[in-house]
């Protein structure tokens, strides 16, 4: 019921920037908690960042100071602003999102994933 694409991958030398967009679309859901994995081959998939739908933010240690997540309600969209990037960054990226989804007269909770955006930071 709920579609995710995700755009702004790609090839950036250390300290650079890039910027990852994730739009929702669909019909019948509300977006609660939204959010950004990351996953290196042979890795398991890593949280990198989460907004929740009143703004509250979260980020995995190794990103604070360097990434912020944002998000646009009305829009359905979620932001990852990267900057200061570093070759240990490297990864596909995936956007995640919870939301509440209604079907006839049942509304449930449901997670949602994006395809996945390939991030490479040369050194």
């Known amino acids: 019921q709920v579609q995710l694409v995700e755009s702004g991958g790609g090839l950036v030398q250390s300290g650079g920037s890039l910027r990852l967009s994730c739009t929702a679309s669909?019909?019948?859901?509300?977006?609660?908690?939204m959010g950004w994995y990351r996953q290196v081959p042979g890795k398991q998939r890593e949280l990198v960042a989460t907004?929740?739908?009143?703004?509250?933010?979260n980020y995995v240690d190794s990103v604070k100071g360097r990434f912020t997540i944002s998000r646009d309600n009305d829009k359905n969209t979620i932001h990852l602003q990267m900057n200061s990037l570093k070759p240990e960054d490297t990864a596909v990226y995936y956007c995640?999102?919870?939301?509440?989804?209604?079907?006839?007269?049942?509304?449930?909770?449901?997670?949602?994933w994006g395809q996945g955006t390939q991030v490479t930071v040369s050194s």
């Open positions: 995640n999102i919870e939301a509440f989804v209604t079907v006839s007269i049942s509304t449930t909770l449901d997670t949602y």
């Open positions: 669909g019909s019948n859901f509300v977006m609660y908690t």
């Open positions: 907004i929740s739908k009143t703004g509250s933010t």
